[in-house]
């Protein structure tokens, strides 16, 4: 098929979406969608647009959908509309939609909707009448026009609340000091329903257990002269006495091994362990696994809080599966209740197999196995032992890399406490459960016709949460040891090339690299809070290695006096990293993303340069998306000059790193979401290694940043997000003859497919 007869066909097609009208029976007419327009001169043009836009929302029917004036689910219903039940065509009717004609519009009921929705937003005396309107009489389309009169909006002049002395009506009054109905704010029935439900909820802390939102009434008083409201606060009269009274706590009981079957409370099988207890058939925990996931105690007042981190932290353990609460008055003439907790478990071993495929921004595809055997409560505890048995291959069919693949195997061991063990115990929120972490593991990288290196890590330490929105993790040890099993002559050869300096980068992948010391990791976001207009992600990390044993024996590496532990020359260093994330909605379905990484390494004593698995890299999909990655950097310093690549791509790292992004993502239709972006920055080293010049840090490091802009598509499928990026080069850190360093070249464009989002 000819282009010219591609581009004739879908002209046709689009022709005949545009003209879905001509299917229309004589005398029909396609609903095009409906307006509201606001008649009130006391109101600002931006209040008017806003309200006309809240308004717009309740109208109904839906109109057909269209995508760029075009509405082709009409067309496609049109043109395969069947009487078959089965088959293609009969599918693809399905996808399409019906006409929504003008006449399926009932304008009476709507205008009604829109009246009332005005009148609870202190509208009273509000008025609102439609019409339909069509271009000319013979036309196929109309839509409909509601004009809304509004009239003055009713303003609140006081609030008043209960002045009884009862409990309930003074634990009501107590909770004035927050309220949402505020003197001179205008009237709204959904900030009234809001304010009963927080007065509900404050009270829910207090003890007050059967009390409920509807067991609150609020009278309005609209006679106020000025169009103003009184609104008074008060407990209904048929609310019941229970509903009144203060609630606390009897006793706990917490069922481990619950199942439908069990219809007794058992309760002659409880065994107690401090403030709660276990009741079960068999020993499945122990009895102090709970210890920090029951925050109610025996004799405390109820509070929901505590009752709703209570059953956050049970869901959370790790073996239960569901959590069923249920509270029972001990009598009916008590204020006491009992609680209990039933748990059903998972299975408590599991073993899965996960295989991936992938694409890397190195021209690189693979895939991984991991072969994962799981056991949720390993040690009665509800400690998590997980092992995984991990396999993987990065191929490159042609390029440069073509015929250097790389293979990994290894397994990784975790062993997860739902507590904290050890020397410390931090604060931790109470709707979240600290874990103590445990990890060791073995993997073997093997570079076809270059080097295997063996590798060897093992961590100890803790997370928790401080807040919702502060979390921590440290590790006291941090372990890694990596070892070059073998290294090839060709790869000897490339960094020893003749009449080419030495190539520090490739040296520095096969030197040992010993590792040993804590790291702390503190993370700030507020970024699932969607009703915000603006949020923000911070996280802030700093690693240490072997620096007290480095001082203590003299540690010198570059006087010539490096120092050895457990046989091998020890890594030390200091490491700064921080990521800065800023995120702008410009509209219900868009935003501007925004982020900025600063990271610092001081290598010093025993070390002259960071350990190659600490140093920092640039480019590829989640970085720099028009410059493949690790293939720029240090500094000025040009990979493909200078030192030797020995016909494969050298892996560019630096001990300081700078990187910037920005990124425009509005939502485009369905599952689908665009992307404008720009990405600058850069890596450098912070001592010269008289092999990469340009590669330091100086105070114009401005001068030396990659500059990239682009554009991309991001498929929103719930269970994950699938991203295609298109980078092009703006401007490179080096200076090649003939070439400047400001160049916008379409053909030098990077294509990143990726997972999830950038940041």
Known sequence: MTKHLKYILLSSVLLSACSTTKFLAPGQKLYTGGEVVIKDSTLKKSEK??????????????????????????????????????????????????????????LEQNSNILQNRLQNESYFQAQVSGDTVSKKPTSK??????????????????VVFPQGKGTIDTAVAGTSAKTLLKPGNKYNLDVIKTERLRIDARLKEEGFYYFSPEDLIMHVDSTIAGHQVDIFVAVKNETSGR?????????????????LRDTSLMKDKAIPYKWYNIVERRNTVHTYTFANTVLMRPGQVYNRTAHNNSLNRFINLGPYKFVKNRFEDVSAD????????????????????????????????????????LNRNAFKGAEALKVTLFGSTDVQVGGQNSGYNVYQAGIQTTLSWPRFIGPIYPK?????????????????????????????????????????????ELNLINFQFVNPLSVSQLYLDSINKKNVPVNPALKHVIDKQFILGPSYSFTYTNTNEDY?????????????????????????SAGGKPKKLFGAIFNQFVKLENEFR????????????????????????????????????????????????????????????????????????????????????????????????VDAGNIWLLHSNGSQPGAVFT?????????????????????????TDLGIPLRTPYVRANEPRWNFNFNNSVFNLAIGYPF
């Open 699 to 723: 105070k114009s490091f401005l001068n030396d940043l990659a500059v990239d802009a682009g554009f991309g598509l991001r498929f929103d499928l719930t269970v994950l997000v699938l991203r």
């Open 532 to 556: 915000r207009t603006n949020t923000i992600y911070y996280n802030g990390k700093i690693s240490l290695s072997n620096n007290i044993y480095g001082l203590v024996t003299g540690a010198d």
């Open 334 to 373: 008590s204020s006491k209740l009992d609680v209990y907790y039933f748990l059903t478990q998972y299975k408590k071993k599991s073993l899965s197999l996960d295989i991936l495929g992938r694409t890397t921004s190195a021209n690189y595809t693979g895939t991984q196995v991991n072969l994962n055997w």
């Open 141 to 158: 389309v109309a839509k409909a026009i509601y004009t809304a009169v509004t009239g003055p909006g009713y303003k609140i002049r006081k």
């Open 49 to 106: 647009s806003a309200l006309s836009e809240e308004l717009g929302t309740l109208l109904r029917p839906i109109p057909n959908s269209s995508i760029l004036g075009l509405r082709f689910k009409l067309w496609l219903y049109f043109k395969t509309k069947t009487n078959k039940t089965k088959g293609l065509a009969h599918w693809l009717n399905k996808k399409g939609e019906p006409p929504v004609l003008i006449t399926a519009v009932n």
């Open 582 to 677: 800023y995120f702008h909605k410009t509209g219900q379905n868009s935003t501007i993303a925004s982020r900025l990484i600063v990271g610092v390494g001081l290598p010093y004593g025993n070390s002259t340069q960071l350990p190659y698995s600490q140093q920092f890299f640039i480019g590829g999909p989640n970085s720099l998306r028009g410059f493949r990655a690790r293939a720029i950097g240090p500094g000025s310093f040009d990979p493909n000059t200078g030192a030797g690549t020995g016909g494969f791509l050298a892996d560019e790292s630096g001990d300081i790193k700078v990187e910037a992004n920005i990124e425009y993502r509005p939502k485009l239709f369905s599952i689908v979401r665009g992307a404008l972006f």
């Open 243 to 259: 509903a009144k009274e203060i609630y606390t706590i009897n006793k706990i009981y917490v069922y481990p091994s619950y199942s």
């Open 428 to 472: 931790a929120a109470d709707a979240y459960i600290p874990h103590t972490n445990l990890s060791l593991g073995y993997s073997i990288v093997n570079r076809q016709k270059l080097y295997n290196l063996n590798s060897f890590n093992l961590s100890f330490g803790y997370q928790w949460r401080e807040t919702e929105h502060r979390s921590h």
